[in-house]
């Protein structure tokens, strides 16, 4: 008994694929690594937000209006760019327009920051998905000449997946600080060229040395944060000794790791709709988006009664 809790344990926070191969014969597979798990995703074109459910492998658009109308928009974004890839960023402000433009009731960066950066992913995915389609069908559909063809534009798929995923939550996270009117600086330089994802209220207040330390935070951006969370751990030497906070896509992680982030004070920032897949022991030390959001504003009005 005692092995098999802590078999469970171990794959708590790993991905597990679960393939049809006929109808009465399925495969299961089980990534248990940060890095097999950006592989798989990046390999498909997903994000952390697509894991939990079925994949629709049919395309998208399904006869209804709301789909039909968004295959309209993302087809317009696209074309926009003719036929040059667009950047991250770009994607990123994309899916909010496109978001924005979808007919029915919208999440507010204000109300509902946790549901709103969960909209902006997956439209996102559905944008980057129609780019590779337009960038890359008319080089696929003939074939191939050699097996060497074939990698180097399988490899350049993949790499340009893996870095959009990287950057992707990053920009959402970015853009609800500035609806929110959230002062921070992106990708400030602290010591030895280290480069927090976020820095509160700005990378000058992190270098004046009469700003209190109690003043500053910083966050980092993982879609996945199973192995990878104790990077952030020296990204500012005047927060060592305070609380780091790290903001994840990832669903779920076990219980010692969460101790164990907790003893490194790592608070980890999660959208609130995936704490119920952490271990309900640990989800009173989980933050949602929107907590973290009023933390930095609650600092900012201190600072400005000094």
């Known amino acids: 008994m005692a092995n098999s809790l802590h078999s469970c344990n171990s794959l708590t926070g790993a991905l597990f694929i679960l393939v049809q191969d006929t109808e009465e014969e399925y ?21 952390p937000v697509d894991t939990n459910r079925l994949i629709n492998t049919g395309g998208a658009g399904n006869g209804f209006d709301v789909e ?20 991250t960023e770009e994607m990123a402000e994309g899916a909010h327009s496109i978001y924005s433009q979808k007919p029915g009731e919208k999440e507010s960066a204000i109300d509902s920051p946790d549901n709103l950066l969960l909209e902006w992913t997956a439209e996102e995915y559905k944008i980057f998905r129609a780019a590779e389609n337009a960038e890359y069908m008319d080089v696929i559909a003939p074939g191939f000449k050699s097996v060497e063809d074939f990698v180097k534009v399988a490899n350049k798929v993949l790499n340009r997946r893996k870095s959009r995923a990287g950057k992707s939550l990053e920009h959402h996270l970015a853009t609800l600080f500035d609806e929110n009117k959230v002062e921070y600086t992106a990708q400030g330089v602290t010591e030895e060229n280290k480069k927090p994802d976020f820095i509160f209220p700005s990378v000058e207040a992190y270098h004046d040395p009469t700003f209190l330390v109690e003043d500053l935070c910083t966050l980092a951006a993982k879609t996945t ?10 990204e500012a030497d005047r927060l060592r000794d305070d609380y780091k906070y790290l903001c994840t896509l990832q669903q779920g992680i ?4 969460l101790t164990e982030m907790e003893s490194e004070k790592v608070i980890l920032v999660v959208p609130q709709k995936y704490h119920s897949v952490y271990p309900k022991e640990k989800r009173n030390q989980i933050w949602t988006v929107h907590r973290f959001i009023t933390h930095v504003k609650e600092m900012e009005e201190k600072t400005k009664l000094y």
């Open 27 to 47: 495969e299961g597979y089980f990534c248990n690594t940060d890095d097999t798990i950006r592989k798989f995703l990046a390999a498909f074109g997903l994000t």
């Open 68 to 87: 039909k109308r968004e295959d309209a928009l993302i087809s317009e974004f696209i074309k926009t760019f003719n036929s040059k890839f667009p950047a």
């Open 225 to 234: 944060c199973k192995d990878r969370w104790r990077q952030i751990l020296n």
């Open 254 to 257: 076990s219980a010692n790791q």
